[in-house]
C-alpha cells in the first residue's frame, strides 16, 4: 500500500495541473469575490468562513476525474484489481494521495486567502482545523464518483453532479464549524459531527468504491 501512494504521489507532481490547478482556482475566486461585494463590506467577512469552505470544495473537485482515468487507460487497474493487495486498500491510498496532492495544500492556503477576505482573527484556527477534519471526506466521497464515472468519455461533469450532493453534509458542518469559531461561538456539536461524517466516510464509502470498481472491470 505504501508504494502505491508513492507512485501515485510521483505520478501527481509528474503530470503536473492537479495540484497548480486546484490551488489557481481558489486563489482566483478568493481574489475575485471582494470586488464583488466590496474589500470593506461587513458582509465579507461574515460570508468568509463559508465562503473558504465553498472554495475548498470546488478546487477539489478539478481533480477528482484522474484518481482512477489514468490507471484504467493504460491498464494498471485491471493489475491492481488481482493483485494480493485488497481493492479496498487501493482506494485509501489513491484517496490519500489524492488528499495529499490538493487538499492538504488548499487546507493550508485557506487562512492566508482568509487575510483577502477580511476573515475574523479568530476564524483562522477554526477555518484550518475544520478543512483539515472535513476534507479527507471529501477525498474519499470523490473516490466513490471517480469509481463510478471511470472508463466514461468526458465523465467529468457527470461526476461533479454524483458527488456535489454527497458533499452537502462535510459542507454543512465544516462551514459552521469555521463560521461559530470566527465568532466565538461553542464549535462543539458541529465539530462532533463533522468529524463524525469523516470517520464513517473513510469506514464504509472504500467497501463501496471497490465493489463499484469490480463492477466495472468486469
Known amino acids: ?58 478546487a477539489c473537485l478539478l481533480s477528482l476525474e484522474r484518481l482512477f482515468a489514468l490507471d484504467w ?10 493483485a494480493p493487495l485488497p481493492l479496498e486498500a487501493v482506494v485509501l491510498a489513491k484517496a490519500l494521495a489524492h488528499w495529499l496532492t490538493t487538499c492538504l495544500p488548499l487546507v493550508l492556503a485557506a487562512p492566508v ?16 482545523s475544520s478543512l483539515f477534519l472535513g476534507t479527507p471526506a471529501l477525498s474519499i466521497i470523490g473516490a466513490f464518483g471517480a469509481a463510478l464515472t471511470v472508463g ?4 467529468g461533469l457527470l ?10 453534509p462535510t459542507l454543512i ?5 469555521a463560521r461559530r469559531g470566527a465568532i466565538g461561538m461553542n464549535v462543539t456539536t458541529p465539530l462532533l459531527l463533522l468529524m463524525g461524517v469523516s470517520f464513517g466516510v473513510i469506514a464504509f464509502v472504500p467497501f463501496v468504491t471497490a465493489s463499484v470498481l469490480r463492477i466495472n472491470l468486469r
Open 152 to 155: 466514461l468519455k468526458r465523465g
Open 159 to 168: 461526476l461533479s453532479l454524483l458527488v456535489l450532493p454527497l458533499y452537502i
Open 1 to 58: 500500500m505504501i508504494e502505491l501512494l508513492v507512485r501515485d504521489l510521483k505520478l501527481a507532481f509528474r503530470a503536473g495541473g492537479g495540484v497548480g490547478l486546484s490551488i489557481a482556482f481558489f486563489l482566483l475566486i478568493s481574489v475575485l469575490l471582494p470586488f464583488g461585494i466590496g474589500a470593506q463590506s461587513p458582509l465579507l467577512s461574515a460570508i468568509a468562513p463559508g465562503f473558504l469552505w465553498f472554495g475548498a470544495l470546488l
Open 113 to 128: 486567502l482568509g487575510i483577502l477576505l477580511n476573515l475574523e482573527t479568530n476564524g483562522y484556527f477554526w477555518i484550518l
Open 73 to 82: 487507460e493504460d491498464g494498471t487497474l485491471d493489475l491492481l484489481a488481482i
Open 173 to 177: 458542518f465544516g462551514a459552521e464549524v
